[in-house]
């Protein structure tokens, strides 16, 4: 049975950074794009960031770039998303979902979601 | 950057009656469209992709059509688990969401 399991969320001040964690299980991670969405309150969901199976592709929605990185260790079958210079409007539910084999993909898999609030 | 635009944006519906949502993209997206259903505090749940393929374990009720730039989600008989908030999103170039289509009881 395929499971995402993130980690990682909480309440931060603005400014403040915070490290998201996703742990993957029962499928081969390593031959799979992986990607971030998010989703703030009574919004849809957001594309944030995706990255291929070797991290030689990397993409991100333009509102984080130069703030967040997406990684991933396939030893540990985990995916990260580190979060630098937090903003109000970066307040919702992030999940790691899982994509395809080709860079063309929808996300089949999702996690349960882990909270992130960024207010004073 | 591409466009998803969804119409209605809520819809009120009863148990059995065919529902049809629609999905336009600002420029062409081939077929490169998946629906997801999302009940509140949960995840989205994937159940069309590649603009008309259903995903293992969706009831035939739900089918997707079209290409280009307009889609449509229907629900043939609409159950009473269907309740809920429907997505469109493209992967043709990056990743983009519809606003939503909230299909509500009449």
């Known amino acids: 049975e395929v499971q995402l399991v993130e980690s990682g969320g909480g309440l931060v001040q603005p400014g403040g950074s915070l490290r998201l964690s996703c742990a993957a299980s029962?499928?081969?991670?390593?031959?799979?794009?992986m990607s971030w969405v998010r989703q703030a309150p009574g919004k849809g969901p957001e594309w944030v960031a995706n990255i291929n199976q070797d991290e030689s592709k990397i993409y991100y929605v333009d509102s984080v770039k130069g703030r967040f990185t997406i990684s991933r260790d396939t030893a540990k079958n985990s995916l990260y998303l580190q979060m630098n210079s937090l903003r109000a409007e970066d307040t919702a539910v992030y999940y790691c979902?899982?994509?395809?084999?080709?860079?063309?993909?929808?996300?089949?898999?999702w996690g349960q979601g882990t909270v992130v609030t960024v207010s004073s | 950057d591409i466009q998803m635009t969804q119409s209605p944006s809520t819809l009120s519906a009863s148990v059995g009656d065919r529902v049809t949502i629609t999905c336009r993209a600002s420029q062409s997206i081939n077929s490169w469209l998946a629906w997801y259903q999302q009940k509140p505090g949960k995840a989205p749940k994937l159940l069309i992709y590649?603009?008309?393929s259903l995903e293992s374990g969706v009831p035939s009720r739900f089918s997707g059509s079209g290409s280009g730039t307009e889609f449509t989600l229907t629900i043939s008989s609409l159950q009473p688990d269907d309740f809920a908030t429907y997505y469109c999103q493209q992967y043709n170039n990056y990743w983009t969401f519809g606003q939503g289509t909230k299909v509500e009881i009449k």
């Open positions: 590649d603009a008309s």
């Open positions: 029962g499928f081969t991670f390593s031959n799979y794009w």
């Open positions: 979902a899982r994509g395809g084999v080709t860079g063309n993909y929808y996300l089949d898999y």
